[in-house]
């Protein structure tokens, strides 16, 4: 997927992200990182932690996004439970993603929760 438009399918996002972290028996936080064609210019995990748990730093991710030249995210990580549905920890975490982004210009475009019985996106749910 790397230099490639990474919103171009959203099939094909979700097929990516599934694939890559469904299964997974531990909490693992990745950050898709864009330019501003919406190209996939790195995805890199961010975070592994334990069955119900990752640390996330949104400093890490805004620093990283930086390096990279990056313009927009796409947060993603998976609950290894199979239940895809965001808890509060969740929603205050990606709010304060969104809120250190957007005052270095950086968009977070979604953020998916991965499991094994479906995913749940932000966008979706009105959560951004």
């Excluded at 290894?80 to 005052?103: C, L, N, Y």
């Amino acid at each position: 997927m790397i230099g490639r438009p990474a919103l171009s399918s959203w099939a094909a996002l979700l097929d990516y992200c599934t694939a890559a972290m469904a299964r997974g028996e531990n909490e693992e936080f990745r950050v898709l990182f864009l330019d501003r064609k919406n190209i996939l210019v790195a995805d890199e995990v961010q975070s592994r932690g334990t069955i119900d748990h990752t640390p996330v730093y949104p400093r890490e991710i805004v620093k990283c996004a930086l390096e990279l030249s990056a313009t927009a995210i796409i947060l993603v990580h998976n609950h290894p439970s199979g239940d895809p549905t965001p808890s509060k920890a969740d929603i205050d975490m990606t709010r304060d993603i969104i809120f250190a982004a957007k005052a270095l210009g950086i968009t977070v475009h979604d953020h998916l929760v991965i499991g094994r019985k479906g995913h749940a996106s932000f966008k979706s749910l009105n959560l951004l």
